[in-house]
């Protein structure tokens, strides 16, 4: 996660850098060397700090009912439903199809597998979403869901891959899914969460 957020703010200061030099060789071809330079400094910090402003009030705004594992980038989630795995297949099948930000489903039978991805956003670039399904035993099968960002150096995802994973669950109850009653966690790489 720290490289991650190295990363983020190397790039935060890389753009700001280019704006500032943009802006500053315009102002010193018009105005002088000393006045580019002046001009360069105060649009990288300006762009800089605008950028910060931004994207630190979106991630407020948009995560403020959200625990602090809830609005890590990458969410997973375990849980057991009843039935056979070609019925949770389907059902599964069924819920991404319905959610209208899922695009691009595919399915791998053998496998127990399902990969979607979701449609880009104001916030995101889009999510890859994966799911397994194994045999749980008499009439049950264990569910592993998963929602993590498209671009992989993403650091803020505002709690969409949280909502992603809200979203399934909550379609699978809609078409009938019967949840059967074993501990359900909602996990991500640094911490758990019951998830009911």
Same mark, same amino acid.
């Given at each position: ?7 983020? #703010? ?6 700001? !850098? #280019? ?10 071809? &018009?105005?002088?060397? &000393? ?14 700090? $605008?950028?910060?402003?931004? %994207? ?7 995560? &403020?009912? #959200?625990? !602090? +594992?809830?609005?890590?980038? +990458?969410q997973s989630c375990e849980f057991g439903i009843a039935g056979s795995e070609s019925a949770a297949m389907e059902l599964l099948v069924k819920?991404?199809?319905? $959610? ?17 991805? /979701?449609? &880009? ?5 889009? +999510? ?5 399904? /194994? ?14 960002? !498209? ?13 992603? %994973?809200?979203? %399934? ?25 019951? $998830?009911?």
């Amino acid at each position: 996660m720290a490289r991650i957020k190295r990363q983020a #703010l190397k790039s935060l200061v890389l753009s700001s !850098a #280019l704006v500032g030099a943009s802006i500053g060789i315009m102002v010193a071809i &018009r105005h002088g060397l &000393r006045n580019g330079l002046t001009a360069a400094a105060l649009s990288a910090l300006g762009w800089g700090g $605008l950028m910060a402003i931004t %994207i630190g009030l979106l991630q407020l705004l948009l995560t &403020r009912k #959200l625990t !602090a +594992e809830q609005r890590h980038p +990458e969410q997973s989630c375990e849980f057991g439903i009843a039935g056979s795995e070609s019925a949770a297949m389907e059902l599964l099948v069924k819920s991404l199809s319905d $959610l209208r930000f899922v695009r691009d489903i595919a399915v791998n039978v053998k496998d127990g597998t399902i990969s979607a991805r /979701t449609r &880009r956003s104001f916030v995101s670039f889009g +999510e890859d979403i994966g799911i397994t399904v /194994t045999g749980g035993g008499k009439d049950q099968v264990w569910i592993k869901l998963s929602s993590a960002p !498209a671009m992989k150096f993403t650091v803020l995802d505002y709690g969409k891959n949280y909502r992603n %994973i809200e979203a %399934i669950r909550r379609t699978l109850k809609r078409f009938g899914a019967v949840f059967v009653d074993v501990p359900s966690k909602l996990h991500n790489r640094d911490s758990s969460q019951v $998830l009911r």
